[in-house]
T-cell receptor, first 114, second 114 residues
Framework: GAGVSQTPSNKVTEKGKYVELRCDPI?????LYWYRQSLGQGPEFLIY????????DSGLPNDRFFAVRPEGSVSTLKIQRTERGDSAMYLC????????????FGEGSRLTVL | QKEVEQDPGPLSVPEGAIVSLNCTYS??????FMWYRQYSRKGPELLMY????GNKEDGRFTAQVDKSSKYISLFIRDSQPSDSATYLC??????????????FGKGTKLSVKP
């Protein structure tokens, strides 16, 4: 497709379980970003990639969160030992180049931890 | 003080009204300013992007930046019910540099009544 694709669109899991969220960016976009958005809040930065490497992971809240982009295209956000506080919308965005303000967002993956 | 402050509203106006949405920011190093629109349960989409003080117009939308006051605004003329959404301001430290991530405001929820 032409836009950023995120799967699953909804994920319900139990506390303590492991979760993977996938992002397929716009073809040719080298920069990829993950944000987390809680209800009534703006998106909060988690991590971004330029190519395969994480250029900045300073927004990851703790070591239960990890993200990879092994081939410089698709990225996976991984959350271990999920907690109820992890419940949020996880947004992925891509951009033609790092530092460009024009981020193109996907529809998000809504995670609910029971 | 948060880096970006935005009144969350909600803001309700009649169709045809002029809408004014505002954000303030704390760090004068921020150089790039964006407005995103987010419909319910969707990802944000870029509306306006500017980097200089002054006005930038695009159709019914005008973005205004006052760097001396650290104040940014979005004006919507002849508002339509289809403009009902959450509007997020976003700022960026350094275009093309290592600081690639955007910092978002909380978002202002706008409702335009027919």
């Amino acid at each position: 497709g032409a836009g950023v694709s995120q799967t699953p669109s909804n994920k319900v899991t139990e506390k303590g379980k492991y979760v993977e969220l996938r992002c397929d960016p716009i073809s040719g976009h080298t920069a990829l970003y993950w944000y987390r958005q809680s209800l009534g809040q703006g998106p909060e930065f988690l991590i971004y990639f330029q190519g395969t490497g994480a250029a900045d992971d300073s927004g990851l809240p703790n070591d239960r969160f990890f993200a990879v982009r092994p081939e410089g295209s698709v990225s996976t956000l991984k959350i271990q030992r999920t907690e109820r506080g992890d419940s949020a919308m996880y947004l992925c965005a891509s951009s033609p180049r790092l530092g460009a303000g024009e981020l193109f967002f996907g529809e998000g993956s809504r995670l609910t931890v029971l | 003080q948060k880096e970006v402050e935005q009144d969350p509203g909600p803001l309700s106006v009649p169709e045809g009204a002029i809408v004014s949405l505002n954000c303030t920011y704390s760090n004068s190093a921020f150089q790039y300013f964006m407005w995103y629109r987010q419909y319910s349960r969707k990802g944000p989409e870029l509306l306006m992007y500017t980097y200089s003080s002054g006005n930038k117009e695009d159709g019914r939308f005008t973005a205004q930046v006052d760097k001396s006051s650290k104040y940014i605004s979005l004006f919507i003329r002849d508002s339509q019910p289809s403009d009902s959404a959450t509007y997020l301001c976003a700022i960026q430290m350094n275009y093309g540099g290592s600081q690639g991530n955007l910092i978002f405001g909380k978002g202002t929820k706008l409702s335009v009544k027919p």
